[in-house]
């Protein structure tokens, strides 16, 4: 009796007892408060069982283990870096953390030397070394208890199992207030808050990509396309499009109490009092850049996909999409995306090529690049980048989107040698230094907007310029700190130079390119024509619009015919593309020349990287004449352009060395280096 006792307290202790002190730590560090973790515990119980039943039934994996207990104490220790993750998490960005996020862990390493000091990386290297020393003493020293486990024990173990999972199955199914989360997921800050941790991070798990709406079938889908007129004409004049995503970039002056030595906004203010402007809604709020950037430019929205993905990191990584760069391409535009940050950040080298752009721009494919006070390059590049991809080709029609990275977190003090900075009074206690950084850089890309419009200008082919916030900066701002808007609100304006007619009004980022098409007169693609013509206040116009982002991207293609609509691009890295024409030997120095070089080329010959110092656009210098190899050309096997034998070419590489092009190819024999050797 006194055994089974005891077996009884170890199962509560361990199954019952520990989950429960979980869920109250990891609610704890969501809400950043003990008190509020047990107020979410009275106020919504079942929510509460919900979420330690998911830790419970997680934890009772270790049953079956003979470590049992070690096993247990790695699953506790799972729950609680995930909880110590979110907390750390929610002082960089307003969104918590959710299963997508590992999908992002490249793209957090490159930019994580912004946000951490080189002590706080030494102490998270410390941190996780100590904790895998700790976890494999505890294996060696914990004793297998369960070496003689019963055919009978095993049984109890899967019991015990059945009946959480059963649990947890019945509320979901009975409880309306588990049930809610599915519906009520449009502010995922808010559901963390309301549902619990444990329960969201679990759901995102599982949520992914958009659910098969109820009715979809190919008859309804070509009912749906049927209501969409095709005898809207297309305009005859094409202007040149451009759309540029401004970084954390809002009208800071809607903040209540604040105010400035003077505007830090004024090119904004004056194109808002002129142009087509309004408040944009955007899908996330003090990070997630991309989901903006998904829902502008294909016109779909990310709240029909799972909790927080990101499109970017799942289909799109595989599947062609309709978007404006696909709409115009029909009518003979080309697509040219520019961004002053990497490349592969996002993965939008991949993805670029699945929505339709021609050709790439990123910080390594820039010269000319400075650097703000937190490492990030500054907006003013993108002004003569912008322009050149306009007149690349001035036969065809162009759209330009542009990605700006000035105004990211984090937000420090302002830059020491700043020429007469804007003064912030009345900002937050505690947010002063932050608040007067942000404000001086968002100020700095209003002059570059300036500088931007001043060349547009000048130009005379119809031009249209759409600017837009990606979404709020982390300030830890709230509802009521704003005089207008919401958290999930930033602002737009269409700028043009061919006078087209003024048409204020709020939108969501989805609706954003098909407006200004529909303003400026185009009318191509399903989506876009979509948007044009359904009522917006309609039930059925979300329903209908999932039904068609279901179709093209998880379904049978029938508002396509059965087939997919579009077809990767072959992106070209650069508005230009680095060009390598000769090396040669002068005065002792061994100088590559070409095109469009810039500080991320690195020289390749025989297959190996040249030691080398970038020194214009034009020239490399070698530190020495390479050494020809005895490999020879075989013409019966394929070669990459960089292992060609005795051959150079000029590589561009990110800050990782990860290859994003390379040049033509250029043999030794070719060059002025060979002249030399005879």
């Known amino acids: 009796m006194g055994e089974k006792l005891l077996r009884l307290k170890k199962f509560v202790t361990f199954y019952v007892l520990l989950p429960v002190i979980l869920d109250v730590v990891i609610e704890s560090l969501n809400r950043k408060s003990l008190f509020s973790a047990?107020?979410?515990?009275?106020?919504?119980?079942?929510?509460?069982?919900?979420?330690?039943?998911?830790?419970?039934?997680?934890?009772?994996?270790?049953?079956?283990?003979?470590?049992?207990?070690?096993?247990?104490?790695?699953?506790?220790?799972?729950?609680?870096?995930?909880?110590?993750?979110?907390?750390?998490?929610?002082?960089?960005?307003?969104?918590?953390?959710?299963?997508?996020?590992?999908?992002?862990?490249?793209?957090?390493?490159?930019?994580?030397?912004?946000?951490?000091?080189?002590?706080?990386?030494?102490?998270?290297?410390?941190?996780?070394?100590?904790?895998?020393?700790?976890?494999?003493?505890?294996?060696?020293?914990?004793?297998?208890?369960?070496?003689?486990?019963?055919?009978k024990a095993y049984m109890l173990s899967t019991f015990v199992v059945l009946v959480v999972i059963t649990s947890i199955f019945v509320m979901h199914k009975s409880s309306t207030s588990v049930q809610a989360l599915a519906e009520n997921y449009t502010n995922i800050s808010e559901a963390y808050e309301n549902y619990g941790f444990v329960y969201c991070f679990a759901n995102s798990i599982i949520d992914t990509g958009i659910k098969k709406p109820e009715d979809y079938s190919e008859e309804s889908v070509s009912k749906l396309k049927a209501s969409i007129s095709d005898k809207q004409k297309d305009t005859k004049v094409k202007p040149d499009i451009i759309m540029i995503q401004l970084e954390s970039f809002f009208d800071i002056c809607d903040v209540k109490k604040i105010s400035f030595s003077r505007d830090p906004l004024p090119n904004f203010h004056r194109l808002q009092k002129e142009y087509t402007n309004g408040q944009l809604t955007v899908p996330t709020v003090g990070a997630g850049t991309v989901n903006t950037e998904f829902e502008v430019l294909t016109g779909m929205s990310q709240h029909d996909f799972g909790v927080s993905e990101y499109p970017y990191k799942t289909v799109l990584k595989s599947k062609t999409s309709e978007s404006i760069c696909n709409d115009l391409a029909e009518i003979g535009y080309t697509s040219h995306a520019v961004h002053n940050n990497t490349a592969t950040f996002y993965g939008r080298n991949k993805v670029f090529s699945n929505l339709g752009f021609d050709s790439f721009t990123s910080v390594e494919y820039m010269n000319n690049i400075t650097l703000n006070p937190n490492g990030w390059a500054k907006d003013d590049v993108m002004v003569d980048e912008i322009l050149r991809t306009l007149n690349t080709n001035r036969e065809k029609p162009c759209f330009t989107f542009g990605i700006t990275v000035q105004s990211h977190g984090k937000y420090n003090d302002v830059d020491p040698d700043a020429k007469d900075?804007?003064?912030?009074?009345?900002?937050?206690?505690?947010?002063?230094?932050?608040?007067?950084?942000?404000?001086?850089?968002?100020?700095?890309?209003?002059?570059?907007?300036?500088?931007?419009?001043s060349a547009l200008e000048k130009r005379k082919k119809p031009t249209v310029l759409v600017l837009y916030g990606d979404h709020l900066p982390s300030l830890e701002l709230t509802n009521e700190d704003l005089n207008d808007g919401s958290l999930y609100e930033t602002q737009y304006i269409v700028w043009n130079n061919y006078g087209l007619k003024e048409k204020d009004q709020d939108l969501t980022a989805y609706q954003l390119y098909s407006e200004v098409l529909d303003q400026v007169g185009i009318h191509q693609g399903l989506i876009t024509k979509y948007h044009q013509q359904a009522d917006r206040s309609s039930d059925r116009y979300k329903e209908n619009l999932r039904t068609l982002e279901y179709d093209l991207l998880y379904g049978e293609n029938y508002a396509y015919g059965g087939e997919a609509p579009f077809e990767a691009t072959d992106l070209q890295m650069g508005t230009q593309p680095v060009k390598l024409e000769n090396v040669t030997?002068?005065?002792?120095?061994?100088?590559?020349?070409?095109?469009?070089?810039?500080?991320?080329?690195?020289?390749?010959?025989?297959?190996?990287?040249?030691?080398?110092?970038?020194?214009?656009?034009?020239?490399?210098e070698l530190k020495e004449i390479p050494e020809r190899s005895e490999r020879k050309l075989d013409k019966n096997k394929s070669y990459e352009p960089d292992k060609l034998p005795n051959t150079f070419v000029v590589e561009v590489q990110n800050g990782d060395s990860v290859k994003l092009s390379c040049s033509n190819p250029v043999r030794f024999k070719d060059t002025s280096l060979a002249e030399e050797a005879q």
């Open 38 to 151: 047990f107020s979410y515990m009275v106020e919504q119980p079942f929510l509460f069982l919900f979420n330690v039943l998911i830790i419970m039934l997680t934890l009772s994996v270790a049953m079956y283990f003979k470590r049992e207990i070690f096993v247990l104490v790695f699953m506790s220790v799972v729950w609680l870096l995930f909880g110590i993750v979110n907390f750390v998490i929610l002082h960089f960005r307003v969104t918590p953390f959710s299963a997508v996020d590992f999908t992002l862990i490249s793209s957090a390493i490159s930019v994580s030397g912004h946000y951490l000091t080189a002590f706080n990386v030494v102490m998270i290297f410390f941190a996780i070394a100590l904790l895998v020393v700790s976890l494999v003493v505890l294996f060696r020293k914990t004793p297998c208890i369960q070496k003689n486990k019963t055919k």
């Open 585 to 620: 030997v002068r005065n002792g120095k061994v100088i590559v020349h070409g095109q469009n070089f810039t500080p991320y080329c690195k020289v390749i010959f025989d297959g190996k990287e040249l030691e080398s110092k970038w020194l214009d656009e034009h020239r490399i």
């Open 421 to 453: 900075p804007i003064e912030v009074y009345n900002s937050p206690e505690g947010k002063e230094d932050s608040y007067r950084y942000y404000v001086n850089e968002i100020n700095e890309v209003d002059q570059m907007i300036g500088r931007l419009i």
